[in-house]
């Protein structure tokens, strides 16, 4: 098996936070929340791990993560009717841009404020 980071994100519901991500195609690879109080998804090789956090604020958690992906504007095209702009919750997804470094990027913030960046290659 090759090297694989995965980041371990806070959740302030982690049914919540399994409803908001299968409804963008990740899967629950692990036990249910509540058996575990603990979250491990999954969407091909993306895999993203959520602990339970009531108190985490999702208007201010700093957590985030990269996710590469094979066509960030088709993936956007994809995920845009899934996410809804919660205010309270600062959940959003914005389109995507064409960086200075080459990549096509889109910001996701789910509802416990985790900021999920996902990005292909331009060329």
């Not at 299968?22 to 109080?37: I, K, S």
């Not at 899934?82 to 914005?94: D, F, L, N, T």
Request: proline share 8%.
């Amino acid at each position: 098996m090759d090297d694989l980071a995965v980041p371990i994100l806070p959740s302030k519901d982690l049914r919540e936070t399994l409803a908001f991500y299968e409804a963008l195609g990740f899967e629950n690879r692990g036990a249910p929340p509540e058996d575990w109080d603990y979250l491990i998804l999954g969407r091909g090789n993306a895999v993203l791990h959520f602990y339970a956090d009531p108190d985490v604020d999702p208007l201010r958690t700093a957590a985030s993560c990269y996710i590469y992906v094979e066509d960030a504007r088709q993936l956007y095209e994809t995920w845009s009717g899934k996410v809804k702009a919660e205010p309270a919750s600062g959940s959003r997804i914005v389109a995507p841009v064409e960086t200075d470094y080459g990549m096509w990027e889109f910001p996701v913030v789910d509802l416990s404020g985790n900021l999920i960046r996902v990005g292909s290659p331009t060329a």
